[in-house]
């Protein structure tokens, strides 16, 4: 059976890259970057005031009555939460720092473009970065979802998409490629053993 | 229990525990900051107030006027920084303590290693806050920049690394308790993983 032109593609270009693998990978992280500079970042700022700002706007429950939802001209990847009470002008970012404000920022950040440039210096023919990307992108969905329910009806929503925009993607987005540094080197007491 | 999934729990026994233990430390350290640590403020001005002053510190042979006030670092008059609590470095030391806790190694390492590596994170902290200081006076129009984004790949690489260093020193308690796992990613011949050689 004559073998598929894709696979046949796929094959010739893990060879090539193969070959010279570290020049690939800086290659393939420069252009993660730029991919980030001038894709991502853009795409994070029209979620954020496309899709988030109107969702949570348009929430209203007597709950949500409480909040006003603010973006900061500093910070235009992220949309506030501020109560009604302490919203006074003042910078958003600020009263966020102060308390009691909630922060809704934009998924596929920092933490995605770091693991992924080290992803695909390291694994330059493995995709593993799109299933950082996909993570990010899961998480940055539901966690819009538990904002606008911790904005309109359920307050520790607020401390569940806290702990899940830090702690929880933090962890994932460090120990995914950790562990597959470590599986590919055949490191550490995690790591995968050999077929003997 | 689907069979997938139990499948997956006795092949991979050991990771599905690591990322369990993992994710229970920094659910409890969550709850335990925000309950209580937070509201009781010690903690936080403890370390902002240490990280301060360090920084002050290292800053002084290089800006001779230097004066720190209680969380503030002055390089001079008017060029300033104050150590937010979401500026001590809390969350980082949390977040490598968490994963140096769940993967197996055995105490004995882990009680060096820990202050080992709480104190790198902190002078990386400090070496961030002077950096920001000078960026401050030097070139304010990228401060906005280099505050938000230098700071997070500085401490997520120096974290990154230091758990790199954990798997490989770390030792096991149980070295024969390894278990059988899927085979290793593979890479063409010739790739040899560099950390963070970027």
New interface residues.
């Given amino acids: 059976m004559p073998e598929p032109a894709l696979a046949r593609h796929r094959t010739s270009a893990?060879?090539v890259?193969?070959?010279y693998?570290?020049l690939w990978g800086?290659l393939f992280?420069v252009a993660m970057l730029a991919a980030y500079i001038g894709l991502v970042r853009p795409a994070r700022l029209w979620t954020a005031e496309h899709v988030a700002l109107p969702l949570f706007e348009a929430v209203e429950t007597p709950r949500a009555a409480q909040y006003v939802i603010e973006r900061a001209p500093?910070r235009p990847d992220a949309v506030y939460a501020i109560p009604r009470a302490r919203a006074d002008g003042r910078d958003p970012r600020q009263l966020a720092?102060e308390g009691g404000t909630a922060e809704w920022s934009a998924p596929v950040g920092?933490?995605f473009v770091?693991?992924a440039?080290?992803l695909v210096?390291?694994?330059?023919?493995?995709p593993?970065w799109l299933v950082l990307l996909g993570y990010h992108l899961v998480v940055g969905a539901v966690s819009m979802g538990v904002f606008a329910v911790g904005l309109g009806w359920f307050e520790p929503a607020f401390?569940l998409y806290?702990?899940t925009r830090?702690?929880?993607t933090?962890?994932v987005s460090?120990?995914v490629?950790?562990?597959?540094?470590?599986?590919?080197?055949?490191?550490?007491?995690?790591?995968?053993?050999?077929?003997a | 229990m689907p069979d997938a999934a139990r499948s997956f729990l006795d092949t991979h026994r050991a990771l599905s525990l690591f990322l369990l233990k993992m994710a229970a430390i920094y659910a409890a350290w969550f709850v335990l900051y925000d309950l209580w640590l937070l509201p009781d403020g010690r903690l936080d001005a403890w370390l902002s107030t240490s990280v301060a002053s360090w920084t002050g510190a290292v800053l002084r042979p290089f800006y001779p006027g230097t004066l720190v006030d209680v969380r503030t670092v002055w390089a001079k008059p008017g060029i300033g920084i104050r150590i937010e609590n979401g500026c001590n470095g809390l969350s980082a030391l949390s977040l490598f303590i968490g994963f140096v806790v769940a993967y197996p190694g055995t105490w004995a390492r882990r009680a060096w290693f820990i202050p080992m590596g709480l104190a790198a994170i902190v002078l990386t902290n400090i070496a961030r806050c002077a950096l920001l200081l000078v960026v401050s006076d030097k070139w304010p129009e990228i401060f906005g920049e280099v505050h938000a984004l230098h700071a997070l790949f500085v401490f997520y690489l120096v974290i990154f690394a230091l758990w790199v260093l954990w798997a490989n020193v770390g030792g096991s308690p149980k070295p024969d308790a390894r278990p059988p796992s899927a085979t290793p990613p593979a890479e063409p011949s010739g790739t040899r993983p560099v950390l963070a050689g970027a």
């Fill in positions: 893990a060879q890259i193969g070959r693998p570290r800086t992280m500093e720092r920092v933490l770091l693991p440039m080290f210096f390291v694994f330059p023919t493995r593993f401390q806290l702990f830090t702690y929880l933090e962890s460090l120990v490629p950790l562990l597959l540094y470590l599986a590919a080197k055949g490191a550490g007491p995690l790591a995968p053993t050999r077929p």
